[in-house]
């Protein structure tokens, strides 16, 4: 059974700077794609970042410039460096992966959260 597991969330002052790790178990075989989402209190799930297999990457506008996804060395493995922190960058964040595209993402964390103050 395929597992994503999270860490490195916590508390940060704004204009701070956290880490976020995932790390797969349970597949022989190497995501095409990794990423991560985020949902805060009242709103839709969205997008932050994800990563392919070749390099390819992608963002949202919201956290560009101050966000970067990397795939480890070790197989499986996705990280989320987030700088200059917002208060509006609080929620719960989400790894997500698939070995394919072009459909619904099927495997995820349990989440970790994220707080900014303010």
């Known amino acids: 059974q395929v597992q994503l597991v999270e860490s490195g969330g916590g508390l940060v002052q704004a204009g701070g700077s956290l880490r976020l790790s995932c790390e797969a178990s349970g597949t022989a075989f190497s995501f095409y794609v990794m990423g991560w989402y985020r949902q805060a209190p009242g709103k839709q799930r969205e997008l932050v970042a994800d990563?392919?297999?070749?390099?390819?990457?992608n963002y949202a506008d919201s956290v560009k410039g101050r966000f970067t996804i990397s795939r480890g060395n070790a197989k499986n493995t996705v990280y989320l460096q987030m700088n200059s922190l917002k208060p509006e960058d609080t929620a719960v964040y989400y790894c997500n992966a698939d070995f394919v595209v072009g459909r619904p993402r099927p495997y995820w964390g349990q989440g970790t959260q994220v707080t900014v103050s303010s």
């Open positions: 990563m392919s297999e070749a390099g390819r990457t």
